[in-house]
């Protein structure tokens, strides 16, 4: 029980003792994300040492409030339509599939996350572990790199005039082939051959279908 002393606050530890295996603990406290586990009516009974980390808030300040506290105002009138839904139907699956979502700490400031969500049984009630990673470290790197790349010329990017008979590039106020411009704004490289259709062209008689 020595854990689950670390992990809850007391009031949450005398409702969860005796049925939360000890080894789940120790593993929700050993991942990398932050770790909720609520109730039908949102209400955090279990966080990890990470969630502390992530929003900001102690354990006592979090445990037996709704996770709304740490959705932004913005959402907070939708979201429990959401967990509604959610539990109407709970699946291991991620949070608003296909939409950019974001998370609040303490002070206020909201930051971009991935939100995974596992139901749990407990004593014949479900209850949902949220997982949330914040992305803002990941977007921040891909940026820089995209970043880094368009000042060497390694991918190609933006407006770019091309003529709609010769196909050319227009660069500089000059005209370049095509191939010439790719190569010379990026890493790519070209290897040549003839498609079907234009060896049929070339050579009608050898390809007329028999």
Known sequence: MKTQAV?????????????INENLMQFIESVPDAMILSDPKGRIAIVNTNTERMFGFSRNELVGREVEILVPARS?????????????DPTIRKMGLG???????????????EISLSPLKIRGKIFVWSAIRTIADRDGNIAQVLGELHKKG?????????????????????????????ETHSQAKFTHGICPDCLQQLDPAKYMPH
Do not use: M
């Open 154 to 182: 390694l991918i190609l990017g933006g407006l770019i005039s091309i003529c709609a008979w010769c196909k050319r590039i227009q660069a500089d106020e000059r005209w370049e082939e095509l191939e010439r411009y790719i």
């Open 7 to 19: 992990l809850l606050t007391r009031d949450s530890e005398q409702k969860f003792s005796g049925y």
């Open 99 to 113: 939409r950019e979502l974001s998370a609040c700490n303490k002070d206020g400031v909201e930051f971009p996350v």
């Open 76 to 88: 907070q009138n939708i979201h429990p339509k959401e967990r509604a839904t959610y539990y109407a």
